[in-house]
């Protein structure tokens, strides 16, 4: 259940719930397995939990640490300090904020702090991009600055004295000289473009080298907007999900001109993320929900649906022979938009039918055409006609439903495990027969430590 949770759950608005409904389930359910199960709740941080989760357990860990015993401490420092390497600095530094509001200023929290900023490769790119949350930082912990002229610049940064650090005098010099910003790093020059009312197809172009491939993915259809040429990326290059995102937010207009482009693009990144699992996967079936409610909410745009599109790519990638069903009927994958009801019910017969190895569902369980068709589909195939388990059914569920402390389940015969990326789709299957309830303490016990030795000898 908390798996699921720390994969799926953002505190953020979803298509059933609000924010606040969701923030509160979240809480609860990590104050509840901290309290109870302290060795499990630091394991989730080596599994595929997105980042969100990951900082609400390294606050909670660090907060209670006077909880944990000598040997438990030892772990709990090797897998926040493991974990904070692979997160983003912004979510870092927000992380550190959040402690410092909370007070807490133990003397593992300081060592952590202190390793994690010595780790950084560029310091004078975070005081220049992240100057406000380092400068904080360093006064919350008392801890000095990772080079004398970073403490210069985040104390006294219009003193006299010049920087041999370029970034930090093109930060200085921005301030009275114009083309000076296009030397700073794309979020700190945007800030400086927006008070000097610089226009904003030739800020991008011109910014565009100092972007960031995700930043040129986010802008680039407002650089179409204010005919800023230069600003593109490599679409084959991009995550799987996050291109999947992209192709959702095109109009439908430009996805039929863009079409063999875009496929193209997200078959590259399906058989990235596949890797050596290519064409391993015998028969495979999928079952896809693109209905209404896929939509997500003004948080989460379309989220449900980018997941199952990427999830549609990676599993025809791995399948040896792949159908995909969308619960529209559509056919076209790149062409998809959220619409209508969800019969899963009648979209599992049908896969069934197609005699598959491994059949997969991707949805937010909400079957209502009609209700609870699913359920018993799937109840019948158990106990009736596939009493062997022949075909291995999994259903991944991109949506947390705060109201249950879970991600909803179709059925009680079929294990339902959390996605929020479809490129971790591969290892939350092999996690679900965990989610079937077949299996004991021990064994869960036994996979998380197998995952902890997994992640913390990962480069």
């Known amino acids: 259940m908390f798996a699921n949770a720390a994969i799926t759950a953002t ?3 979803e298509f059933h719930s609000g924010e606040s409904h969701q923030r509160l389930s979240l809480d609860f359910l990590h ?40 040997a438990q401490r030892r772990t709990e420092g090797r897998l926040i300090a493991r974990r904070l390497g692979s997160l983003p600095p912004q979510r870092v530094y927000r992380l550190f904020g959040d402690l410092r509001k909370a007070g807490v200023n133990n003397r593992r929290t300081r060592a952590i702090i202190r390793d994690w900023l010595a780790s950084r490769t560029d310091p004078t790119l975070d005081a220049v991009k992240y ?35 370029p970034l930090l005098n093109a930060w200085r010099e921005a301030h009275y000289a114009k083309n000076k910003l296009y030397d700073l790093p794309f979020t700190v020059a945007e800030g400086f473009a927006a008070r000097r009312g610089i226009d904003r197809g030739e800020f991008l172009e011109r910014i565009a080298p100092r972007m960031t491939r995700l930043e ?13 040429g230069a600003v593109h990326t490599e679409l084959r290059r991009m995550p799987l999900t996050r291109l999947a995102s992209y192709v959702l937010s095109l109009p439908l207009d430009d996805r039929v001109r863009r079409r063999a482009e875009l496929d193209e693009a997200l078959a590259t990144a399906a058989r990235r993320a596949a890797g050596t699992e290519s064409g391993r996967w015998g028969r495979v079936a999928a079952v896809l929900d693109d209905s209404f ?9 379309r989220r449900p649906l980018a997941v199952a599109l990427a999830s549609h790519y990676l599993l025809r990638t791995l399948a040896a022979e ?27 017969i049908d896969a069934l039918d197609s005699a598959p190895d491994r059949l997969v569902i991707v949805s937010d369980g909400w079957d209502n055409a009609p209700p609870g068709l699913a359920a018993e589909v799937l109840r019948v195939w158990r ?21 249950d402390f879970e ?18 789709l591969p290892a939350l299957v092999e996690l679900a027969h965990f989610a079937a309830g077949h299996t004991g303490l021990s064994e869960l016990t036994a996979y998380l430590d197998a995952r902890i030795r997994q992640f913390l000898e990962a480069r």
């Open 216 to 228: 040129q993915l986010r802008l680039q259809e407002s650089a179409r907007r204010h005919d800023a």
């Open 383 to 403: 106990t009736c006609l596939d009493t062997d388990s022949r075909v291995d059914i999994v259903h991944l569920n991109p949506v947390y439903d705060a109201g």
């Open 293 to 301: 409610s896929s939509s997500g909410s003004t948080a989460k745009r």
């Open 31 to 70: 104050d509840y397995v901290l309290g109870n199960y302290r060795d499990l709740y630091t394991a989730t941080l080596a599994l595929d939990i997105n980042d969100h989760n990951a900082a609400l357990i390294i606050r909670r860990l660090l907060d209670s640490a006077g909880e944990a015993n000598v």
């Open 407 to 424: 991600v909803r389940r179709l059925s009680a015969t079929v294990p339902t495990v959390g996605i929020r990326d479809a490129e971790d």
């Open 131 to 165: 100057r406000n949350a380092l400068e904080l930082t360093l006064r919350h912990t008392h801890l000095a600055p990772p080079h004398e002229e970073v403490g210069e610049f985040l104390f006294a940064p219009h003193g006299g004295t010049r920087f041999t650090a």
């Open 11 to 13: 505190g953020q608005r």
């Open 322 to 348: 792949y159908i995909a069903l969308w619960t529209s009927g559509r056919t076209d994958a790149v062409l998809g938009y959220p619409y209508g009801a969800t019969p899963l019910g009648h979209r599992i």
